[in-house]
């Protein structure tokens, strides 16, 4: 009865906040926005947080809960604060709330003066035109290994370029494909992803053992329209979608890791054009940024064996099926293993470990482009990557010299097992040693 009450009392509140957010936004927005991390530690509470989730309400969920004591975090804004803080202390939430919320946001100048007449930083947040300068330039400084192919125009009609690096690009070698920034708001995505190119092309090391035998295909971001948009003031710092207009409401965007034609929409997903959140598009591909790597892809079937999707956050490593949690492929111990092998070498380079599991026990969640890449495309290893636990998806610039390079070390073991599986000229010992997967344990992710 005290539970039937518990949950009665919740859901009673949670319809008091069920209100069409307005559209008039101010610059400030996020500024008296409250950051709520919720607990939930049983099945009803879990089941009941649900509802925050609604697309109607005022409240934005940033990240869902994976299970008993992972959080739920919303962003509450001023008027709503004392409903919910009510609701969280009458059902026995464990909770915790962050005033203030916008006024931790990194300033986004389009583009800061400090950085024109200096050097690329791989460890700073940039434009997504100096990040499409900082890979041409890497092109032409490094054409040996450097190879850059057009893919289109975004959208809103921005250039769309993926990195091609190899040794010898003729050599017909096994590829790692990896994208990053189809959320808008992931900033640490893209990061990583500009750290691997630049680690790949200018570490010795890399070079002589993590390109052998390997071609690394590396999309920085592939939602450069949503990009800019967060990039354009605290108002929009938080999109996540693409920014396509809607030809059935006034409403923008998609999101794109629930608009791949696997499973589309059969879960997780919104069909309200104006969800903020996961709203799967008209159609599978609806849009022209999930076409291109979805092309890249089927174009490099036969040699592509693994593909890694940069997200944030959470520090969570995960593979198919995303859609479903009621069964795993049949290959899950090999993609289960991996992705351990990976979070242990992170751990050694003094990071934090990932937890692993499959997509859909953390959420079902239909349209992902991890899904599609093993479904249809029969990647062998397909994963999305979360990235970096704590500061939501306002990770610190003034972090990134740590993390990325702790991060790429759990790359090398992605590296040396594609090698070692599928390369044609399979590395002497000694190259195996620079980040092998086979001699590191298992841990619990």
């Not at 605290?234 to 809607?246: D, G, I, P, V």
């Not at 692993?356 to 026990?361: K, R």
Request: aromatic share 14%; net charge neutral; charged share 25%.
């Amino acid at each position: 009865m005290r539970n039937t009450m518990a949950r009665f009392l919740f859901v009673f509140g949670i319809l008091g906040l069920w209100t069409q957010a307005g559209c008039g936004e101010s610059n400030d927005k996020y500024d008296s926005y409250t950051l709520f991390r919720l607990y939930p530690k049983d099945e009803l509470q879990l089941d009941a947080i649900k509802l925050f989730e609604d697309p109607s309400n005022s409240i934005e969920v940033l990240k869902k809960s994976r299970g008993f004591n992972d959080s739920t975090d919303i962003l509450v804004p001023p008027e709503r604060l004392t409903l919910v803080e009510k609701i969280a202390k009458e059902n026995h939430f464990n909770y915790q709330a962050k005033n203030n919320y916008g006024k931790s946001f990194e300033s986004i100048e389009r583009e800061p003066r400090r950085r024109v007449l200096r050097a690329f930083n791989v460890f700073e947040y940039h434009s997504y035109a100096s990040i499409q300068e900082f890979i041409e330039s890497m092109a032409s400084k490094h054409p040996e290994l450097i190879k850059l192919q057009p893919l289109g125009l975004s959208y809103q009609g921005r250039k769309m370029k993926l990195v091609k690096i190899s040794q010898n690009h003729n050599a017909g070698n096994p590829i790692i494909f990896i994208d990053a920034g189809i959320h808008a708001r992931e900033w640490v995505a893209p990061a990583m992803a500009l750290y691997l190119i630049q680690r790949l092309v200018m570490d010795p090391e890399a070079r002589k053992y993590d390109l052998r035998g390997v071609d690394w295909y590396i999309l920085p971001v592939v939602n450069p329209d949503g990009y800019e948009y967060t990039r354009s003031g605290k108002t929009h710092r938080m999109w996540r979608k693409t920014r396509s207009k809607s030809a059935f409401a006034d409403c923008y965007g998609v999101d794109g890791n629930r608009n791949y034609g696997f499973y589309w929409a059969v879960s997780g997903v919104s069909k309200n054009p104006c969800d903020t959140e996961t709203y799967a598009g008209h159609k599978p591909f609806s849009e022209p940024e999930t076409q291109m790597v979805r092309d890249v892809m089927l174009a490099n079937a036969d040699r592509l064996k693994l593909y890694v999707s940069l997200h944030a956050y959470g520090q969570y490593l995960v593979y198919p099926w995303g859609y479903t949690a009621d069964y795993l492929p049949q290959q899950w111990k090999k993609l289960d293993e991996l992705a351990r092998n990976v979070s242990v070498a992170v751990q050694r380079a003094g990071g934090r470990p990932f937890r692993v599991m499959s997509a859909g026990q953390w959420y079902p969640a239909a349209g992902g482009s991890d899904d599609f890449a093993f479904g249809a495309v029969h990647v062998p290893y397909s994963y999305t990557m979360e990235l970096t636990d704590g500061f939501e998806f306002l990770f610190p610039e003034s972090h990134l010299s740590t993390v990325l390079p702790q991060f790429y070390e759990g790359f090398k073991v992605f590296g040396s097992r594609i090698r070692n599986e599928f390369s044609k000229r399979r590395c002497a010992r000694h190259d195996d040693v620079v980040g092998n997967d086979d001699d590191v344990g298992d841990v619990e992710g």
